[in-house]
């Protein structure tokens, strides 16, 4: 029975010195996780990710007691240096009073094509419980790692861990510009289109290129005035020219040519019809010629030039002492006279 109880003392005196070296611990399990930010994605493991997206690692640290643990020094591995579809990030805490010492987690990110995943300098921080920035950690966190002090009991005093990673893939060369004359640009080139065009400048018909063959005014129809078959017919010169018109009083609306454009005739007079010459006294002169006397013609005074004797003894100064000679002279004076009545006669007549 002594026996007994002195195991027992003594194995209480060697449990109580290792109870009282442990204060606190660091919880372990799943507490490294990734996340695609370009896709605003959530902190899972695995995540994805593609060429030119960026990828962040978040580690949770939590003491859930029952004391403070101190000095806790944080670590982290950047994913590997190369080309890969599949990258993998290893965190370590560690604290000398905390059990365990050590625990560690590992978060991976898979890639839909061979790339490399770069670390993003500067991007490594500690964060607070509700993920406030509390410090930059610098890129010691990837070689001796960062002592990040205490770590107080209770959900409100965790720390969180975390830095970003960009997917770089090989740039392809860019693809050339398909426009002809420009095979030597870009595609993505601001110059990668094709020329300018001058526009149509039919009204209507703006959207067509100059050079393009529906670039032409409409056909309209052709005028049908003789002559002018050249003109539109809504031209406003597509009509007959004008012709002079008449002068005749009353018949101005008819043209010079035609026809009609001429005075009335007027019956012509008939002073030999009685009945007309008694109608129309101003036209026909109804009156008897005057019978005029003869008129003898002037006499002029004799000349007696000197002339040598004659036979019958007298000069041409003398007048013919004769019957025979006497009636001739009576004879021509009527002669005279006769002929002066037929003038006027013929005259009259004319004026009818």
């Known amino acids: 029975m002594k026996k007994i109880l002195l195991s027992i003392l003594i194995a209480l005196a060697c449990a109580v010195p290792a109870l009282a070296l442990v204060t606190g611990q660091i919880a372990g399990g799943d507490i490294y996780w990734a996340r695609n930010v370009t896709q ?4 899972v493991d695995p995540a994805s990710a593609t060429c030119s997206q960026t990828v962040q690692f978040r580690g949770r640290l939590h003491n859930p007691g029952p004391d403070p643990i101190d000095n806790v020094i944080v670590k982290a591995t950047q994913p590997a ?12 805490a ?9 625990i560690t987690d590992t978060a991976t990110v898979n890639l839909d094509k061979d790339a490399e995943l770069k670390y993003i300098p500067g991007s490594a921080e500690l964060l607070d419980a509700n993920a406030n920035k509390i ?9 001796s790692g960062v002592n990040i002090g205490k770590i107080n009991v209770s959900t409100q005093q ?5 830095f970003k990673a960009q997917v770089v893939c090989d740039t392809p060369p860019p693809e050339k510009c398909d426009v002809p004359g420009k095979e030597h640009l870009d595609k993505d080139d601001p110059g990668c289109k094709p020329d300018e065009k001058p526009k149509c ?5 703006e959207h067509l290129d100059k050079d393009d063959p529906g670039c032409k005014p409409d056909e309209k129809p052709k005028c049908d005035v003789p002559g002018k078959e050249h003109l539109d017919k809504d031209d406003p010169g597509c009509k007959p020219d ?6 005749v009083p009353g018949k101005e609306h008819l ?13 012509k007079p008939d002073c030999k019809d009685p009945d007309y010459a008694a109608k129309h006294p101003e036209e026909c002169d109804t009156t008897p010629p005057p019978v005029n006397p003869p008129v003898n013609p002037p006499v002029n005074p004799p000349v007696t030039p000197s002339y040598p004797s004659t036979p019958g003894g007298y000069t041409p100064s003398e007048l013919p002492a004769t019957g025979a000679e006497a009636a001739g002279v009576v004879g021509l004076g009527s002669l005279v006279t006769a002929g002066a009545y037929y003038v006027s006669s013929r005259r009259r007549l004319n004026k009818l």
């Open 40 to 43: 605003n994605g959530q902190f």
């Open 81 to 92: 240096s190369g080309k890969a579809k599949t990258f993998t990030s290893t965190l370590t």
């Open 94 to 102: 560690s604290s000398v009073n905390a059990d365990p010492n050590i």
């Open 135 to 143: 410090q930059n950690l610098g890129d010691a966190l990837f070689t």
């Open 158 to 162: 965790k720390r969180f861990v975390q």
């Open 201 to 205: 400048e039919v009204p209507g018909k």
């Open 242 to 247: 004008e012709k002079p018109k008449c002068e």
């Open 255 to 267: 043209d010079k040519d035609d026809p009609g454009c001429k005075d009335d005739e007027k019956p």
